[in-house]
């Protein structure tokens, strides 16, 4: 009798090593492609060798793409990041006509599809003039990942005690020295986290960056997206293990933040 | 309140009540969070909603024939199709809009867009461009016209430059649902090898529902053991399932291609194993395709069930057993209805997401296995058919409200019955 759930554990976990085996190999594959001699993207490897991530860091093709993902990412971070925060405290404190249908028009860019956004940048900027300009790209990165900064701000904000914010009125301070003062402390890891996020989804998007750059702006991810479909070479493994480790390192980040807003909210009062 | 009480409630006002009703309103806690809102609302609206909305705009657009054929486009006002090529007076105003649209540097834009709608004439419109400096006047510009180019003496031309009468056209949106007008002005379906657009949605729709389906399968068993692991272990897969969610599409697309190519590691140790002697096509069809969508959406699915599955009571399964039933019957009527509701969020996500898909079938499917998002940048890039490619994109919208709204019908419905 006890014979099947035993089996049934074991298959349940053989299983589930399986699916992670599934979706974690087309990352791991990565790592040894990318240090591979040869100048194929096969494995197994011919040989081990730096070379690829030379390529990387010295080809100004890869190193300019490289710079105008952190450019562009790091202020689309600041813009999404800034907005999103305050959209978040007056969402979550507010109790105002048309709220609901606010929250909704934020929304929008978590679920629209990723096609549909580039196409309509690219539409919308061209009649502007301003297809081939990082401003353009920042803007359409912003507004993907503001509202991914209002949710993840939103969760943090739940659990913050407002009459904090009555107790520092109290005491003199006024709104903008209770906000400096008394919220963004105790909300800093959900700012934080959400920044990172921010930066990560502008780190990662190729679609809207495919629509909006000429060979002067690529991005890492364009970079490897072309690479993918004119030169098959392992420098475009070496730079997505680049964005694997920027994955890695955000994780991690992310992790520890969450770690020390629970610990600001279990402190006593 | 009796009727004196208001009468002096509505006469007598405190000194200052109207400036602090004022500033109640523009200064007051409401209108404060009001202000922290509207900067995020604002760009959201400039760098979404209006490109979004200017884009699909496009698909019923019909303003470049409308500001640059007017004479023309009037002329036929009591034309019917059935009357065959138009008369001289519908010729002169023609050549007349061609020359004030060679003024203006419009023709090119011009020959563009009617080209989208009959193949053709974008050539013809350029020609003519060419020709109406010469000697073309009120009387001779029919014959003159018809005898350089005998496109003109195509009725569906005329049909078009009639529907320069407005501003809006359908034509993008029934060429998308495989739909076209017909000499009468009928809406018909266009011929079978002309027919795409309609196997093109039904794919998309096809290809989401089974990759839900796979990986509300393939996570189930993920969710349960997820949900009994102890601490140290419990957190480290969860990880583990986080990752991938935030590595970059594109890399895990990528990868695939190379795991599945025909000098990949999958294919050489089947090789190496003898089950095969030459490499098997794994890479750009269908069934790559549901593995690299698969994989990317999995970990969704297994966050959303664990959700459920971590909340459910351990003491049911050994209530139902110690009633009689058997494992199966325990899992199958007291376990699985609870985790139902996980499991719908779960496949809401992974269906929503998989509509839009676009980098993955891109660069992994086949031509046979493209979605609709590939066709909405195909005619982006390739064509610069813009109309065509907002009226796809309308339907893909389209489809994706649906889903939302049956989603959100399903979960009041499951909500209402417990």
Redesign the interface.
């Given at each position: 009798m006890h014979f099947?759930?035993r089996l049934?554990a074991q298959?349940?976990?053989a299983?589930?090593a399986l699916?992670?085996l599934?979706?974690?190999?087309?990352?791991a594959?990565?790592v040894p492609?990318s240090l591979t001699a040869g100048t194929?993207?096969?494995?197994?490897v011919p040989g081990w060798s730096w070379q690829w991530y030379e390529v990387v860091f010295t080809d100004p093709r890869w190193t300019r793409a490289f710079m105008n993902s952190l450019i562009i990412g790091a202020a689309s971070t600041v813009?999404a990041t800034i907005?999103?925060t305050?959209?978040a405290?007056?969402?979550t404190?507010?109790?105002?006509p048309g709220?609901r249908l606010?929250l909704a028009?934020?929304s929008?860019?978590l679920?629209?599809?990723?096609?549909?956004?580039?196409?309509?940048?690219?539409?919308?900027?061209a009649?502007m003039g301003l297809v081939g300009s990082r401003l353009a790209l920042v803007?359409?990165h912003?507004?993907l990942a503001?509202?991914v900064v209002?949710t993840t701000v939103m969760a943090n904000l739940k659990s913050f005690d407002r009459t904090l914010m009555r107790a520092g009125a109290s005491l003199g301070a006024g709104?903008l020295l209770a906000f400096r003062r008394i919220l963004v402390p105790l909300v800093a890891p959900g700012i934080c986290t959400g920044a990172l996020i921010a930066f990560?989804i502008s780190f990662?998007e190729?679609?809207i960056a495919s629509?909006l750059t000429t060979a002067d702006q690529r991005t890492l991810?364009r970079q490897?997206?072309s690479g993918?479909r004119e030169s098959i070479s392992p420098a475009?493994?070496a730079a997505?293990v680049i964005?694997?480790l920027c994955?890695?390192i955000?994780?991690a980040l992310t992790?520890e933040m969450q770690r020390r807003a629970r610990k600001l909210q279990m402190k006593p009062r | 309140m009796t009727q004196a009480d208001s009468i002096q409630r509505e006469t007598y006002r405190a000194p200052g009540f109207w400036r602090s009703v004022f500033s109640k309103i523009l200064f007051g806690a409401e209108m404060r969070h009001f202000a922290l809102v509207l900067p995020l609302l604002l760009f959201i609206l400039v760098t979404v909603v209006v490109p979004v909305g200017h884009f699909l705009y496009r698909a019923i657009d019909n303003s470049t024939l409308a500001n640059n054929l007017p004479h023309a486009a009037a002329s036929l006002e009591n034309w019917q199709p059935q009357d065959g090529v138009p008369g001289n007076a519908t010729f002169a105003a023609f050549a007349a809009d061609i020359r004030a649209a060679v003024a203006a540097e419009t023709l090119g834009q011009m020959a563009q867009s009617l080209n989208q709608q009959l193949t053709g004439t974008r050539n013809m419109m350029l020609k003519a461009g060419l020709m109406v400096d010469d000697s073309i006047t009120d009387l001779n510009a029919k014959d003159m016209l018809l005898a350089k180019l005998p496109g003109l003496a195509n009725v569906k031309m005329w049909m078009l430059v009639k529907a320069g009468r407005s501003s809006f056209t359908d034509f993008y949106l029934l060429q998308s649902l495989d739909l076209e007008r017909n000499l009468n002005g009928e809406i018909a379906a266009v011929a079978p090898d002309r027919s795409i657009f309609l196997a093109a949605i039904w794919r998309t729709i096809v290809i989401s529902i089974n990759v839900t389906l796979i990986c509300a399968l393939l996570a189930l068993p993920v969710a349960h053991v997820l949900a009994s692991a102890r601490p140290p272990y419990a957190g480290i897969l969860l990880a583990l399932v986080l990752f991938p969610l935030w590595t970059s599409l594109l890399v895990r697309t990528v990868s695939w291609i190379i795991i599945l190519q025909g000098e990949g590691p999958v294919n050489t140790s089947l090789q190496f194993l003898g089950l095969i002697d030459d490499p098997l096509h794994l890479v750009y069809t269908r069934g790559s395709l549901y593995i690299a969508m698969v994989q990317v959406l999995l970990p969704l699915m297994i966050l959303s069930i664990l959700a459920v599955v971590v909340k459910l009571p351990k003491e049911l399964v050994r209530a139902a057993t110690s009633l009689g039933a058997d494992w199966w019957q325990a899992y199958w009527r007291v376990q699985l209805p609870l985790i139902a509701p996980g499991i719908v969020t779960g496949a809401g996500i992974v269906f929503v997401f998989a509509l839009g898909y676009y980098i993955t079938p891109a660069l992994i499917g086949g031509p046979r296995d493209q979605m609709l998002s590939s066709y909405v940048a195909l005619y982006t890039n390739k064509t610069l058919n813009w109309g065509l490619a907002a009226a796809l994109a309308l339907q893909l919208l389209l489809v994706l409200a649906v889903a939302m709204l049956g989603w959100a019908a399903f979960q009041k419905l499951s909500r209402g019955k417990s």
């Open positions: 099947w759930p049934r298959l349940a976990g299983h589930t699916v992670l599934f979706i974690l190999a087309p990352i594959i990565m492609i194929m993207l096969t494995l197994p813009l907005l999103g305050f959209a405290i007056g969402l404190w507010g109790r105002f709220q606010m028009v934020i929008v860019p679920i629209l599809p990723i096609i549909i956004m580039g196409v309509a940048c690219f539409s919308f900027y009649t803007l359409a912003a507004g503001a509202p209002v709104p990560l990662d190729v679609v629509f991810p490897i997206f993918v475009i493994a997505a964005l694997i994955s890695a955000v994780l992790a | -």
